[in-house]
T-cell receptor
Framework: AQTVTQSQPEMSVQEAETVTLSCTYD???????LFWYKQPPSRQMILVIR??????QNATENRFSVNFQKAAKSFSLKISDSQLGDTAMYFC??????????????FGTGTRLQVTL | EAGVTQFPSHSVIEKGQTVTLRCDPI?????LYWYRRVMGKEIKFLLH????????ESGMPNNRFLAERTGGTYSTLKVQPAELEDSGVYFC???????????????FGPGTRLTVL
């Protein structure tokens, strides 16, 4: 079974600064997907960024980037130039690849990020 | 295109009562998932439908929970009788069934916050 651990329940960052959210996971799989989801207050959860385990290059999406360390089973999210709209709950998640049927997500406990002026 | 919708957004019931949650997936999405987040904990998988069939119900906590997806469209999750520990946010997600790709992105609904008193 897979487990995902987020050790930072809450974090705060000032607008325009950079913040890094941590995530570690445990799996015996060699191929898998890792995700960061964002849930703003009272809004739907949306996918922020995805990383395929077989790709060594770290994924980036505009101000969001990841530091994927497969051997260490670490998958941190870096948010650059933080904006007030980044205030949200962030969940790290794991998924096994499609093998004839779609897979479920395994989530961490989440990190609540507050962006301040 | 409409996203995943869930009804109700909030439900407050007393212990022993019955509650039914509804999820309408994105049109054309064969995969439908139910997840639950108990306060402060991780989001946990409950079950997965492919069309009207239960593909994986390994996360269902006990037989007080009954999920259905008649006709392969919307799904309902009934809790009967509700207990205090059933309180939490119930999320629904849907994804396409594409055998040609290695993963299927899950799109989440806003969740139903269930409070059992």
């Amino acid at each position: 079974a897979q487990t995902v651990t987020q050790s930072q329940p809450e974090m705060s960052v000032q607008e325009a600064e950079t913040v890094t959210l941590s995530c570690t996971y445990d799996t015996s799989e060699n191929n898998y997907y890792l995700f960061w989801y964002k849930q703003p207050p009272s809004r739907q959860m949306i996918l922020v960024i995805r990383q395929e385990a077989y790709k060594q290059q770290n994924a980036t999406e505009n101000r969001f980037s990841v530091n994927f360390q497969k051997a260490a089973k670490s998958f941190s999210l870096k948010i650059s130039d933080s904006q007030l709209g980044d205030t949200a709950m962030y969940f790290c998640a794991f998924m096994k690849p499609y093998t004839g049927t779609a897979s479920k997500l395994t989530f961490g406990t989440g990190t609540r990020l507050q962006v301040t002026l | 295109e409409a996203g995943v919708t869930q009804f109700p957004s909030h439900s407050v019931i007393e212990k022993g009562q019955t509650v039914t949650l509804r999820c309408d997936p994105i049109s054309g999405h064969d995969n439908l998932y139910w997840y639950r987040r108990v306060m402060g904990k991780e989001i946990k998988f409950l079950l997965h439908f492919v069309k009207e069939s239960k593909q994986d119900e390994s996360g269902m906590p006990n037989n007080r929970f009954l999920a259905e997806r008649t006709g392969g469209t919307y799904s309902t999750l009934k809790v009967q009788p509700a207990e205090l520990e059933d309180s939490g946010v119930y999320f629904c997600a849907s994804s396409q069934e594409k055998a040609a790709i290695s993963y299927n992105e899950q799109f989440f609904g806003p969740g139903t916050r269930l409070t059992v008193l």
